[in-house]
């Protein structure tokens, strides 16, 4: 059994001099040219594909990541402010429809470096077990081509190198985690006695916040600006994670660099590298594979935009699956009023959660589930949530000038996987030149019937605690899907193992490939899931 | 809000941010965001005091849809009273100038840019069937009835457009530049910047030296009239 630290020395490359970025790892990455044919790039540097890179560089794989935003510096990139985070987010057009079109941006889409995991908020649950199985056990979803077994051991790891702070957690598959859970702030403190109060089993995390110091980072220092990058480098994204680790053991990341297509050989049938521009410039990295990694979103446009003779209809598409089954969950957020201050600002958004309604409940009408956690909204984030109940002028401001008394709960329903919510190109197009992704997603009746339960839910839960009035916000949460694995290539676009069906040295690692969500968030079933596609990768699948 | 944006701008002198509650009362008497602006990093600093400082000229917006989204934001944002206040236009018309959009529109509008021209046109020529004046210079009474008239549709048509996406557009850049301003944190008792200072008393009831109770706690919105 190998130490951490052993496997993952990201958190020992980090500088322990109270600044967050270690330049001279920098500086001294190793550097590819074009022309080189190295053995894997990687498009997107976010949650799967930087642990794809770790994985390979440290077997010896020549590789390079490349991604559309900046190699982040948490020192000087980043600002402890809401409205100056901007930069975080994925801004590039895009367009939304369908019955409940699903606005982008902050609250699903990451940029640079890191990807999403830089402003998420450190919520790192598994999934279920009966997630791998959803069609065969209650009829809806899909059935994943491996089980929880499979990946099992993948979560174990990557909950040790984030590190990942919590309670025992009793569900699904029962496991404990290797930090202990954190203090919690007036947010979880209401959360716990409302649960209690109402007979409902919540725990403390799963958070990937370190509790304590973790190699040179540093313990938390409970400012609440989690979803706006951590200047701590306390709470896990790959940037602190996987990347530094990458870079020690010669991997390449290439910073600003949006890939506009992947190339493709028509006589091989394999793909060649990928076009990317970069300055302004078109380039072109040659590779004898290729891994995409840009989330539910951009991978399938990547795919889309990247047509050829044999491919007409888009890369890897033979059969209509890609940019299919893209999921959001639903993610109504609850709020209660209490006269005492709660103070939500103060303390990780992430804190407390319950997974007690996330299993199909044959007394229910509806099938799956949800789970339920603080969210603890800043003043922007809270005046949306205010706004939705219609308050404008005077009252808004009154309502707002109430937020120290307000405690935030946020569910995540599991929305079924339908064929109609799918990415396809849009007429409009970007400042490259190339199509944007249009975005269409619409409820069914058993994603509306969640929506109310955990809203339900939720109500009780601040009501028990004191709460003496609870507004509601709908909102959404998450991406997966979108290019999802299955048993063969008329059901999904990747194989078991993260392998195109169509194109063999094409890889896809990342949420896209996810065909179920369950309600837990995602970031650690990315990792897992490309963790295991790197360990096939380095045993033979080059 | 604009604070990575423009020129050189000043990045006040970081004194007391103004006081604007002059409707919601003081809830957090003496309260003032920016004293603590000697702990935030650099940074962070650099970006919160452009907000307190002068605002970006207007680059995006002609002189007439000034005058309508100033008026539409301040009806918004019950900046009804006059001076001091926050002006969310500068910060608005930059992000519109830049393109710094949310990073998604609704397939049934026009980009933001587009969308705001054409919505504040929209308001102009309801203001003038309601009361024969441009929206701008329209009493604020009938200022908020046009406005209420756009919210009462839901998502039914306004000029053509879906009007609650209009909502949305419309509360979405007014309330990000509004509560990115610590003259707004004042108002609502939050402190702001939080590095590398960060939080050491969490909990129900339970403060910094540097927060102020509030002065008003049973002063429950959703209770009685409101509701």
Same mark, same amino acid.
């Given at each position: ?41 990687? #498009? ?78 450190? =919520? ?52 404990? =985690? ?5 203090? @919690? ?35 938390? @220092? ?13 709470? &896990? ?95 109504? !957020? ?5 006269? &005492? ?22 007394? !229910?009408? =509806? ?5 339920? !956690? ?28 109430? =937020? ?18 799918? @990415? ?40 028990? &605690? ?26 999904? #676009? ?18 896209? @490939? ?29 | ?54 605002? %970006? ?9 000034? /005058? ?15 001076? %001091? ?53 329209? %009493? ?23 009007? /609650? ?12 530049? +509004? ?10 008792? +939050? %402190?702001?910047? /939080? ?14 030296? +540097?927060?102020? /109770? ?14």
């Amino acid at each position: 059994m190998t130490t951490v630290r052993e496997r993952n020395e990201s958190a020992w490359l980090l500088p322990n001099d109270g600044s967050r970025t270690n330049h001279r790892l920098r500086a001294d990455m190793r550097r590819f040219a074009d022309s080189d044919t190295v053995d894997l790039v990687v #498009v997107g540097c976010g949650a799967g594909g930087s642990t794809l890179l770790q994985r390979l560089a440290r077997h010896g794989w020549r590789v390079v990541g490349l991604d559309a935003g900046p190699f982040w510096d948490p020192d000087a990139d980043w600002v402890s402010d809401e409205a100056g985070s901007h930069h975080l987010y994925w801004t590039e057009p895009r367009v939304i429809s369908g019955a409940d079109p699903v606005p982008m941006g902050s609250n699903n889409s990451g940029r640079g470096v890191g990807g999403s995991m830089v402003h998420y908020a450190g =919520y790192t649950p598994r999934f279920h077990p009966s997630d791998f199985a959803t069609r065969t056990n209650d009829g809806v979803g899909a059935d994943w081509p491996i089980g929880y077994q499979d990946l099992r051991p993948y979560y174990e790891d990557i909950e040790q190198e984030l590190p990942v702070a919590g309670e025992d957690w009793p569900w699904g598959d029962p496991h404990g =985690y290797p930090q202990r859970p954190h203090p @919690v702030g007036g947010n979880g403190e209401i959360f716990l006695r409302g649960a209690y109060a109402a007979g409902i089993t919540a725990k403390v995390g799963p958070v990937a916040i370190s509790n304590g110091r973790f190699g040179n980072r540093p313990h938390c @220092v409970y400012r609440g600006f989690c979803l706006q990058g951590c200047k701590v480098n306390a709470k &896990a994204s790959p940037l602190i994670t996987h990347i530094p680790d990458a870079l020690a053991h010669g991997a390449e990341i290439r910073a600003n660099a949006m890939i506009t297509g992947i190339g493709f050989d028509e006589r091989t049938g394999r793909a060649t590298g990928v076009h990317y521009i970069r300055g302004g410039v078109p380039r072109f990295q040659r590779a004898a594979a290729v891994a995409v990694a840009g989330y539910s979103i951009e991978t399938p446009r990547l795919l889309l935009n990247s047509a050829s003779r044999r491919f007409p209809d888009g890369l890897c598409n033979d059969f209509d699956q890609v940019g299919r089954y893209l999921m959001v969950q639903g993610a109504p !957020q609850t709020a209660g009023r209490f006269d &005492a201050e709660v103070r939500m600002y103060k303390s990780p958004p992430p804190e407390v959660s319950t997974e007690e309604f996330y299993e199909t409940d044959p007394a !229910q009408p =509806y099938k799956r589930g949800f789970s339920i !956690q603080t969210v603890s909204p800043l003043p922007i984030t809270w005046a949306e949530h205010v706004a939705a109940q219609g308050h404008w002028g005077a009252r808004l401001r009154r309502y707002m000038s109430d =937020y120290v008394h307000w405690s935030c709960l946020g569910a995540l329903c599991e929305f079924l996987a339908q064929p109609g919510n799918r @990415v396809t190109l849009a007429e409009e197009k970007d400042r490259y030149g190339l199509p944007v992704a249009s975005f269409s997603y619409s409820q069914c009746d058993n994603d509306k019937r969640l929506m109310r339960a955990a809203q339900g839910v939720m109500e009780r839960i601040l009501r028990a &605690a004191g709460a003496d009035e609870v507004i509601t916000i709908d909102r959404y949460a998450h991406l997966v899907g979108g290019a999802r694995m299955a048993a063969d290539e008329r059901h999904g #676009v990747v194989d078991r193992d993260c392998r195109s069906f169509a194109v063999p040295n094409l890889y896809i690692t990342d949420g896209s @490939v996810l065909p179920t969500q369950g309600s837990a968030n995602p970031a650690l079933t990315i990792m897992a899931v490309s963790a295991r596609a790197a360990a096939h990768l380095a045993a033979g699948g080059r | 809000m604009s604070g990575r944006t423009g020129g050189p701008r000043g990045t006040g002198s970081a004194g007391a941010a103004p006081r604007i509650s002059h409707a919601t009362g003081d809830r957090f008497p003496g309260f003032d965001v920016l004293a603590q602006s000697g702990h935030w990093d650099a940074v962070t600093a650099g970006v919160v005091l452009s907000r307190v400082g002068r605002p %970006p000229d207007i680059r995006f917006f002609t002189p007439a849809e000034e /005058a309508a989204a100033t008026a539409l934001c301040d009806r918004l944002l019950g900046q009804d009273d006059g001076e %001091p206040k926050v002006e969310v236009v500068p910060s608005i018309d930059a992000r519109l100038a830049e393109q710094q959009t949310d990073g998604w529109r609704y397939a049934d509008m026009p980009q933001d840019g587009q969308a705001w021209r054409d919505t504040l046109r929209f308001l102009d020529s309801d203001s003038r069937d309601a009361c024969s004046r441009d929206f701008a210079l329209a %009493p604020a009474d009938d200022q908020r009835a046009v406005i209420q008239a756009v919210q009462d549709l839901g998502a039914k048509d306004w000029h053509g457009l879906n009007a /609650a996406h209009v909502w949305s557009l419309w509360t979405r850049y007014a309330c990000t530049a +509004f509560y990115a301003h610590p003259s707004a944190w004042n108002e609502i008792g +939050f %402190p702001g910047p /939080a590095y590398p200072r960060g939080y050491k008393n969490p909990g129900v009831n339970a403060r910094e030296p +540097f927060e102020v /109770a509030d002065a008003a706690p049973a002063d429950d919105p959703v209770d009685g009239k409101d509701r």
